[in-house]
């Protein structure tokens, strides 16, 4: 072992102590140890102990865990704090700036224990009024955990869709007689990526090369992998401009569908085709938008002619679930409301946090009917828009409400939502959404797993029997617009159109700009197949007041 490795080991046994807030003077000294074996330039594995514990700063001590880590490749102390320490929890200690202590106050205060569960508690903005913190802190970790993320392998398609387009651009100056567009998943819009994939037609892969300044490029072929300086991997295939609807359209498919897609139609030769439309057109079928182009139903549905119109964002006419500083919002309810009328919406519904949500100040009922006066008042100044009084009401481990029923029966909708007890079994965590879903209060299912993109999967419910439910009891689901849920998975919605169950597209906004995230749900949506006449959301004020009142 290097001494950089041994003192890295020291270094984590160090920051794992204080994490668990143990003796100062020994996290001190492993600290000290970590600082001196950096500097020294022979190697300790090769020392004797007692030449270790001559040197200043080790002593017998350490001398004694060194030459067990060079010995066994373990230390049986670091073990020890690994075993008592969530793997999450460790990798939040690699953060940049963001030590120990810190660590500890999100670990034991807010429950975290992942560094996806982190990022989103920054972006709903949970950590501002924690002791030790603030909103100057928040903005600098948010973009530090960003930088982190990066180094995961995965990333979310939020994260990648600036770059994608910058990169678009970019190319187009290079070769401007050269056709460019976005293939493989980036293009079908899947939630989360490996990398960006472009295809270029009419440019070699050698001129392409040439023109990159990215730090890593290799060439296959008429394939260019490369890294870039924000290190986000990049797979660029060219082509000749004759054979581009052929290109894209293999690229574009994502394995399911084109398996299906080629047994199918065996023996038809789709080689050396100009456009993707003629690729349609040889098998007689009608161009099936990118989304639906991962699973073999998307292919049914043109085989039988019943291509759906899919949703767009601007088929949304409400903003449904969004946060104000009743809560845990950034933007006070007024800004909210101003905000979404500058976008072109027609009505917006409040649903700030229910009391038992105390780590996110949930309204307890005084503070419940204060809002419903702003409410009122404010609604008495608007002529063409609406504010909807909601809540966004835990669901409790028995599967109840938050309020009284004299309280729920005051507000225009209620989205049920799990914010705690995410660890149950199945059945059980299935019966707690069942028991939620017969509530004749309940309007809409929030985010039914709970899940983080990569970083926490849902719950385990059983899908089904909850979009069964749903339809009997006419409840929405969400579809939790947030680039980091997107949840209700884009996969289920197909069986909610089956069973008619109306899917409500909803940001869970926590500030003004969060509004916009309507945008990466639609995107979501479109892969499941949803239209905007099977939208709550898509609905008018009126629309959807009556689904509300069942």
Request: proline letters at 4%; one cysteine or more.
């Amino acid at each position: 072992m290097t001494n950089k490795e041994i003192g890295t080991a020291f270094r984590e046994l160090a920051r794992l102590m204080e994490l668990h807030n143990e003796n100062p003077f020994k996290i001190r000294s492993y600290q000290n140890a970590y600082m001196t074996l950096r500097k020294l330039d022979q190697p300790v594995a090769e020392l004797e102990e007692t030449e270790l514990a001559a040197i200043k700063g080790i002593g017998k001590a350490i001398s004694g865990k060194i030459r067990e880590l060079v010995s066994s490749g373990e230390m049986e102390a670091l073990e020890k704090y690994r075993e008592m320490t969530p793997v999450g929890v460790r990798d939040l200690l690699g953060i940049s700036g963001f030590g120990p202590k810190k660590v500890r106050t999100v670990w034991q205060e807010m429950g975290v224990e992942s560094v996806g569960e982190l990022l989103y508690a920054v972006n709903e903005n949970r950590l501002i009024e924690i002791k030790g913190f603030g909103l100057k802190t928040q903005e600098d970790l948010k973009k530090k955990l960003a930088y982190f993320k990066l180094s995961q392998g995965k990333f979310l398609y939020a994260r990648l869709e600036e770059h994608a387009k910058d990169m678009l651009e970019r190319l187009q100056q290079y070769f401007p007689d050269a056709r460019v567009e976005w293939t493989g998943a980036l293009r079908r819009a899947c939630p989360t990526l490996e990398r960006i994939e472009l295809l270029l037609g009419g440019v070699s892969s050698e001129e392409v090369a040439k023109r990159l300044e990215w730090p890593e490029i290799t060439t296959e072929g008429n394939t260019i992998k490369a890294l870039t300086e924000d290190e986000i991997p990049v797979s660029i295939y060219c082509c000749a401009k004759e054979e581009w609807g052929s290109k894209q359209f293999r690229y574009t498919a994502g394995a399911d569908f084109m398996q299906s897609f080629l047994k199918a139609f065996p023996g038809v030769d789709f080689k050396g085709v100009a456009e993707e439309e003629e690729v349609f057109g040889k098998v007689k079928l009608p161009v099936l938008p990118p989304e639906l182009r991962e699973q073999e139903w998307g292919l049914v549905l043109a085989q039988e002619d019943k291509l759906p119109v899919l949703i767009k964002a601007t088929d949304v006419r409400g903003v449904i679930h969004s946060h104000t500083t009743y809560s845990d919002g950034i933007n006070t309810l007024p800004e909210m409301v101003a905000y979404a009328q500058e976008q072109g919406y027609a009505y917006i519904g409040i649903t700030d946090h229910s009391k038992a949500a105390f780590y996110a100040n949930g309204l307890k009922p005084e503070r419940v009917l204060q809002q419903f006066k702003e409410i009122d008042a404010l609604n008495a100044q608007l002529t063409d828009f609406r504010i909807l009084k909601g809540i966004e009401s835990d669901i409790l481990a028995d599967g109840s409400l938050d309020y009284e029923e004299d309280l729920l029966q005051q507000f225009d909708f209620i989205i049920a939502s799990v914010h705690s007890n995410l660890r149950m079994e199945e059945e059980k965590a299935t019966q707690r959404l069942l028991t939620a879903i017969e509530n004749p209060y309940t309007t809409i299912l929030g985010h039914p797993t709970g899940r983080l993109l990569l970083s926490r999967p849902g719950y385990p419910i059983d899908h089904k029997k909850i979009i069964d439910a749903c339809a009997a009891n006419k409840v929405a689901i969400e579809l939790n617009a947030s680039p980091y849920r997107l949840d209700l998975d884009w996969t289920w919605i197909p069986y909610a159109l089956e069973k008619g169950v109306l899917i409500s597209i909803n940001p869970d906004a926590h500030s003004r700009e969060g509004i916009h995230d309507i945008y990466f749900g639609t995107l979501a949506a479109r892969k499941g197949g949803l239209t905007a006449e099977h939208c709550l959301n898509a609905r008018s004020v009126e629309g959807f007041l009556a689904f509300a009142k069942k």
